[in-house]
């Protein structure tokens, strides 16, 4: 199989005959496959990297209904050598048991979901919906490094056409980001803000985090692949958030808040809905 570009136009009027040039461009579609390929695995490699972030948090969010189905399964035990059994407590027992069950499954599910790899799937997304999940993942995160947050939620907000595992990566590495970036400040202001909203005609979601901002000659390299103000940092966070948000039509950027912080903005269009 050959790609092959080719232009042409009519000789001199003549309907019956072209003039024309075929390109042979397999070497170069061959190089920007492999380059989109290369994307995807980098994209991915950020994903499980952040994930190992995150362990004592994943770790806290299958402990907790794992305690409780230890706790009452442990209680329905009792139970069973009293004498008289309450059948109508040991089948609330046994209610709240299949309720943490399926709740340790479906972070299972989700944690599961944020390691494979595989195409984007776009469908409608409820943005509230997206950070709330979010926020559950990072919350032991966020209590290790004495992190307040704060969210400014629109109800009304429509939804967006997106894949949720990349979009939740983005929101992940921009809120991670922020906790980052309060390590030096006081801890009674370490507070980050998410708000969603309608901007005219787009939908936009923003993390604003307090602290001493971007230095303004950083401001326009912030998102340049391996350009990092971490000791530690690997500088690819957040060329991958633009790039994800730019394959969604969206926008992604940076500016430092008037009272000190930065803000980063996702902007996409509002669904066209036929």
Not at 31 to 42: C, G, I, P, S, V
Not at 180 to 205: Q, S, Y
Not at 253 to 264: K, M, Q
Request: proline fraction near 3%; glycine fraction near 8%.
């Amino acid at each position: 199989m050959r790609w092959i570009a080719a232009r042409s136009r009519a000789e001199n009027g003549d309907r019956e005959r072209l003039t024309g040039v075929a390109l042979d461009i397999s070497a170069r579609k061959a190089a920007e496959l492999q380059a989109e390929k290369d994307r995807a695995a980098l994209t991915h490699m950020t994903r499980v990297s952040m994930m190992g972030q995150l362990s004592a948090s994943i770790a806290h969010q299958l402990n907790q209904p794992l305690a409780a189905i230890l706790g009452n399964a442990e209680a329905a035990r009792k139970m069973l050598d009293k004498d008289r059994l309450d059948l109508v407590e040991l089948k609330q027992i046994c209610d709240d048991i299949i309720s943490e069950d399926i709740r340790a499954a479906e972070v299972i599910r989700r944690l599961g979901a944020l390691f494979k790899r595989g195409e984007v799937a776009f469908a409608p997304l409820d943005l509230n919906t997206l950070v709330a999940e979010t926020l559950d993942l990072v919350r032991t995160e966020l209590l290790t490094c004495q992190v307040a947050v704060v969210t400014e939620l629109e109800p009304s907000v429509p939804a967006v056409d997106g894949g949720r595992i990349q979009l939740q990566q983005v929101l992940l590495n921009l809120i991670l980001n922020a906790a980052d970036a309060m390590g030096d400040i006081d801890v009674a202001t370490r507070t980050v803000t998410i708000r969603t909203e309608l901007e005219g005609p787009n939908v936009r979601l923003c993390v604003s985090v307090r602290g001493i901002g971007i230095a303004p000659t950083d401001l326009d390299k912030v998102f340049d692949p391996f350009w990092s103000t971490k000791s530690g940092g690997t500088g690819i966070g957040l060329a991958i958030c633009q790039s994800i948000i730019g394959a969604h039509r969206g926008t992604l950027t940076v500016s430092n808040n008037p009272d000190g912080g930065a803000t980063f903005c996702v902007r996409w269009p509002l669904r066209h809905v036929s």
